[in-house]
């Protein structure tokens, strides 16, 4: 235990968001999708969670909604590394037609908009009654394709970060905050 604490001192230059900030901001908005969908409490609203990255988000955010919920996974690879590669691979798509319902993707970070630009529109040719993009984080200085956030979490400068869902190459997801990898450790 002390060695894994040891080893993040070591790869970890700054806390950005801890789990006090991270809950605050989940509450509020949770509190604003509450209200923004409260009237389509006899449909079920079907939160589509982008793996990996989304997943702690997702699950705490989901926690907080009042309202009929179904969950539903796809899946997007455009990183090796910290760099974006450009292209974006659907690798797994939701497991049903989503005709007519209320969509709601949740995702990590928006970036370069590479990965939602791609996937937006694919999702809205298969008219859902509506479609909204939730995203943790926001990097809006690396922006390549214009990308329309309807919940963002935290605006935050251009650094790599990792932690509650975000990963370097595999690792860290599982912190419970938000932190900004030491350069050296992905040079
Ligand atoms: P985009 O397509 O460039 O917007 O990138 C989106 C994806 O890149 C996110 O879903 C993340 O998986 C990954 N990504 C972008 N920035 C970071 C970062 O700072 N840390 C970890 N992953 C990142
Ligand atoms: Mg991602």
Redesign the pocket.
């Known amino acids: 235990m002390q060695q894994w604490q040891e080893h993040l001192k070591q790869i970890i230059g700054e806390v950005l968001i801890d789990e006090a900030a991270l809950h605050k901001r989940l509450d509020e908005l949770a509190e604003q999708i509450n209200h923004d969908y409260q009237d389509i409490q006899a449909e079920r609203l079907v939160v589509v969670g982008?793996l990996r990255?989304s997943v702690l988000f997702m699950s705490d955010l989901v926690r907080r909604l009042q309202m009929p919920v179904e969950l539903d996974f796809m899946s997007a690879s455009?990183?090796g590394g910290?760099e974006?590669t450009g292209t974006?691979r659907i690798t797994k798509d939701i497991g049903q037609d989503i005709r007519g319902k209320h969509v709601l993707l949740v995702?990590?970070?928006?970036?370069?908009?590479?990965?939602?630009s791609r996937l937006i529109p694919m999702l809205q040719k298969r008219n859902p009654a509506s479609l909204k993009l939730c995203s943790l984080l926001n990097?809006p200085s690396?922006r390549l394709c214009e990308v329309n956030i309807d919940y963002q979490g935290f605006e935050i400068e251009d650094?790599?970060?990792?932690g509650y869902g975000?990963?370097?190459n595999g690792n860290y997801r599982h912190l419970p905050v938000v932190a900004v990898l030491k350069p050296e450790c992905y040079a």
């Open positions: 982008i990255g455009s990183y910290t974006s974006v995702e990590d970070i928006i970036d370069t908009g590479n990965t939602m990097k690396r650094k790599f970060v990792v975000l990963d370097y």
